[in-house]
């Protein structure tokens, strides 16, 4: 079975940037979907942006302009680019992949990933 493992969260302030990395231990990027989540605590978890495999983004209105969702299908890794991060970006972001779907033409929601990560913490302070 394939693992996605996060990685690259922490501790910023207010304005600032940070990149998450998701990891896949197979070759999958280049046939799936991929999707960056995140759960505020007391939150259900939230789509932030997904990638299909022709390269297609969406983004939720709330980090739309600021996150970028990218991948290396060589490298098999799935970046998210956080820019003017917010204290209400803060939250475990995981990372998720499909193959029940090929094309996106919005945000998907989370019921349609079927391969998770564990997540990695995020906090924004003021």
């Known amino acids: 079975q394939v693992q996605l493992a996060e990685s690259g969260g922490g501790s910023v302030q207010e304005g600032g940037s940070m990149r998450l990395s998701c990891t896949a231990s197979?070759?999958?990027?280049?046939?799936?979907?991929m999707a960056w989540f995140r759960q505020a605590p007391g939150k259900e978890r939230e789509g932030v942006a997904a990638i299909d495999r022709d390269g297609t983004t969406r983004y939720a209105a709330t980090v739309k302009g600021r996150f970028i969702i990218s991948k290396d299908n060589a490298a098999n890794i799935l970046y998210l680019q956080m820019n003017s991060l917010k204290p209400e970006d803060t939250g475990v972001y995981y990372c998720a992949r499909t193959n029940n779907i090929n094309t996106i033409r919005s945000l998907p929601a989370a019921a349609f990933f079927d391969n998770w990560g564990q997540g990695t913490q995020v906090t924004v302070s003021a």
């Open positions: 197979g070759r999958i990027y280049s046939s799936y979907c």
